[in-house]
């Protein structure tokens, strides 16, 4: 007997993928505007319980982990260098004075050790911290949107492109899976699994994997069709790089503006311009693929209020920008403890929607009648989504 099919409800309920990615971009975005560590903070803690409650079982979902250990890494070697190269905000309150190490003229302004202030590390700590929740952010996107359904929904023209950047994105949630794995199996064999001699002896077999996994895509690219394109007159090609490459650097001047303090006022217009003209010659662009699509995923409701959450976050921390200014930045001089604006940290929650407005994972279920007996498998792709197995196309 052939497997059961899903049923429509779970196989057709699946959020996009892009809206995932744009809900997260805006707690990025958010993140951005503010040194204030409260704020900081509750856009991880945002992050985190979404993360929490709409993850699925799938491999990529345990990548957050990694990224939210990533971003104390960060946080902790931005305080190192803080301490040891020194800070250049001045302070009058002396933590600690370390032997300063001699360096030549031609180095003059750059100094190893010496004293070490609060007020230094204080500003260490709001910038680190910063820093840390863009990479949290980012993580939360890797951990809840499904790579291989984010390409299909590309458009045409950034097939290629978009096939190299969810190969770069599943990399880091394949090799966490992967020393999980190694480090299980040597739990079970009686072997020790911490410490740098358990890493270097589970290092040889995650190459191992990897190397498998690259030939494994290859031959799968290839039998698939990959790279092949239809002709096309040169002056579309011509009309469609003129607009791709135009409309994507208006994106990106757009969006400095926008992140940027004082391009707030341009930073709209030419990024809404750079989306136009790059939407176009991507829709002309599309003309060269020669791939179909198996039905693909539908924006639907539940995208919209995910993706405008992130973007409502976003759009009112930038917002509070202008009205704001100082608590969003509290000042490392004098030494004074940050406080909790009030609005900000509202429209912040406003990121805790999709924990409601997503629909809830379909995670394994255990057989009737059988106690600690496995789940079973879930879904092909490792959360429910309108396609076939993958290998099958």
Not at 376 to 385: C, K, L
Request: charged fraction near 15%.
């Amino acid at each position: 007997m052939g497997r059961a099919r899903a049923p429509l409800a779970s196989r057709s309920g699946a959020l996009h993928p892009g809206a995932w990615w744009l809900w997260a971009l805006g707690l990025a975005t958010a993140a951005s505007r503010t040194t204030n560590p409260l704020l900081l903070c509750l856009l991880v803690g945002v992050a985190g319980y979404v993360v929490a409650a709409r993850r699925t079982d799938a491999p990529w979902a345990r990548s957050y982990g990694a990224f939210l250990k990533l971003g104390l890494l960060v946080l902790g070697i931005r305080l190192v260098f803080a301490v040891v190269l020194g800070s250049p905000i001045p302070g009058t309150h002396t933590i600690v004075t370390l032997p300063e190490v001699p360096l030549p003229d031609w180095a003059r302004g750059v100094r190893i050790g010496g004293r070490v202030t609060a007020e230094g590390l204080v500003f260490a700590l709001y910038d680190g911290l910063k820093l840390a929740t863009l990479l949290i952010c980012v993580g939360a996107a890797n951990a809840l949107a499904n790579p291989a359904r984010l390409l299909k929904s590309l458009p045409g023209a950034l097939y290629e492109a978009g096939v190299a950047i969810v190969v770069a994105m599943t990399f880091a949630p394949n090799l966490v899976a992967d020393v999980a794995r190694l480090r299980a199996a040597r739990r079970l064999r009686g072997r020790p699994d911490r410490g740098a001699k358990a890493l270097l002896q589970v290092g040889l077999p995650v190459l191992e994997g990897a190397l498998e996994r690259s030939v494994a895509l290859a031959a799968a690219m290839d039998a698939r069709g990959y790279g092949r394109t239809a002709q096309v007159p040169p002056a579309v090609r011509h009309t469609t790089t003129c607009l791709t490459l135009g409309g994507l650097l208006g994106v990106c001047a757009g969006t400095y503006g926008l992140l940027a303090e004082e391009g707030a006022g341009y930073g709209l217009p030419v990024l809404l311009a750079g989306l136009v003209a790059a939407m176009g010659g991507l829709w002309l662009g599309g003309r060269r693929s020669v791939r179909s699509r198996y039905r693909p995923d539908r924006w639907g409701a539940r995208a919209w209020l995910v993706s405008g959450s992130g973007i409502a976050v976003a759009g009112l921390m930038i917002w509070a920008g202008s009205y704001a200014a100082q608590p969003l930045h509290p000042p490392a001089v004098p030494l004074t403890a940050p406080g909790l604006p009030l609005w900000p940290a509202a429209s912040v929650l406003l990121g805790l929607l999709p924990a409601v407005a997503a629909p809830a994972p379909v995670r394994g279920t255990r057989p009737p009648g059988r106690r600690g007996a496995p789940s079973a498998p879930h879904p092909p792709g490792g959360e429910p989504g309108p396609y076939p197995k993958e290998a099958g196309q």
